[in-house]
């Protein structure tokens, strides 16, 4: 890939905002060939696109979708293939973490709403508690 090309495909990654398909084609004027490049650097990980606008990572996780429509969705994942955050073009979002046995032990999301759990030395949930007041401690 020669200087100037390379210079134009880092400037698009960094300049670049969902919904990725459309930009890529209709702002930047790159071709099908080129989006795995983009959005491989975009990811910081090798990726695959699939039929539809599907961008998957080399574990088979679906990273972004785009609709013919232009609205889109993208996740992101920890080293347990753990969904950890969750976007739309709506403005809608969540995230969650994990402990060292993959439990869910914290969710929120954009409107405020949030849980934690605990669990015991067997995986059992034993504390839980939320933004709506349930409070249950089983410890």
């Known amino acids: 890939m020669n200087k100037k090309y390379q210079k134009y495909i880092n400037y698009i990654v960094s300049d670049i905002k969902p919904p990725y398909f459309i ?3 209709d702002h930047y004027g790159l071709k099908d060939n080129e989006y795995p ?5 975009v990811y910081n990980q090798p990726v695959s696109i699939e039929d539809n606008h599907r961008v998957y990572d080399t574990n088979g996780n679906i990273l972004y979708y785009e609709y013919s429509d232009g609205s889109w969705e993208k996740r ?12 739309d073009g709506n403005g809608n979002w969540y995230k969650r973490e994990y402990d060292t046995n993959n439990n869910e032990i914290h969710y929120e999301d954009g409107n405020g709403y949030w849980y934690k759990y605990g669990y015991d030395a067997n995986g059992n949930k034993i504390y839980h508690e939320d933004s709506t007041g349930v409070w249950i401690d089983k410890r």
């Open 23 to 25: 930009n890529m084609e």
């Open 76 to 87: 992101e994942y920890n080293s347990n293939d753990n969904l950890i955050y969750y976007e």
């Open 37 to 41: 490049l983009v959005l491989s650097k």
